[in-house]
């Protein structure tokens, strides 16, 4: 079935940078955009930005540009999502998301990636 | 960027009753006859699961007690009889501009 699989929590240190993953199966890699999305309980679910996988346009949030890129392997059907610079702002939990291109919906997330910044 | 707010924040209903979520938006979500209004469920622990696309639409699976709908600014999610698997955390979210934007969440409680 279509299964969107994540990388495990990371600790970092403020400054310092982290690179999540996010392996598809189960369906064409490049038929769908893949997004990332950021829940925080303070500002709820931020979309990040997305990727088209079958030419790599990215497109990001404002918020997050410059701080934020956005990769994909469409040799192992994986997309990576790079931050740099964290702080303490940045501890989230992180999902990416398959996007449906005409509707604009998510449809299948992963089960997340918590990201915790701390020294 | 599209405000979406959602109303009540949390909400209790007992079982079988109906439950009522709002979501406003600061401006219409509506292109060429579609709504570009999305629906989610988030239990704790997990990932939000789509309910409903394009207002009224639900997603494969998902039971015909939910129901959504409205047009421009305003929609609606419906849920009806509610059940006990009920319980977690409703977001809508806009596809109609970038960037994607979420509304800040209607928990509901199960009495």
């Known amino acids: 079935q279509v299964q969107l699989q994540q990388s495990g929590a990371e600790l970092v240190r403020p400054g310092a940078s982290v690179t999540l993953s996010c392996k598809a199966s189960?369906?064409?890699?490049?038929?769908?955009?893949m997004h990332w999305v950021k829940q925080t309980p303070v500002h709820g679910l931020e979309w990040i930005g997305g990727?088209?996988?079958?030419?790599?346009?990215?497109a990001y949030y404002q918020k997050f540009k410059g701080k934020v890129t956005l990769t994909a392997d469409k040799s192992s059907s994986t997309a990576y999502m790079e931050r740099r610079s964290l702080t303490s702002e940045d501890s989230a939990v992180y999902y990416c998301?398959?996007?449906?291109?005409?509707?604009?919906?998510?449809?299948?997330w992963g089960a997340g990636t918590t990201v915790t910044v701390s020294s | 960027d599209i405000v979406l707010t959602q109303s009540p924040a949390s909400l209790a209903v007992s079982l079988g009753q109906r439950a009522t979520i709002s979501c406003k938006a600061s401006q219409s979500v509506d292109y060429v006859g579609d709504s570009y209004i999305n629906w989610y469920q988030q239990r704790p622990g997990q990932p939000p699961k789509l309910l409903i696309y394009?207002?009224?639409n639900l997603d494969s699976g998902i039971p015909a007690r939910f129901s959504g709908s409205g047009s421009g600014t305003d929609f609606t999610l419906n849920i009806h009889p509610v059940e006990e698997e009920d319980a977690a955390t409703y977001y809508c979210?806009?596809?109609?501009?970038?960037?994607?934007?979420f509304g800040g969440g209607t928990k509901l409680e199960i009495k």
């Open positions: 979210q806009q596809s109609d501009e970038d960037p994607w934007t």
């Open positions: 998301s398959r996007r449906n291109y005409d509707e604009g919906y998510f449809d299948v």
């Open positions: 990727i088209d996988p079958e030419t790599g346009d990215t």
């Open positions: 189960g369906y064409t890699f490049t038929d769908y955009e």
């Open positions: 394009a207002a009224s």
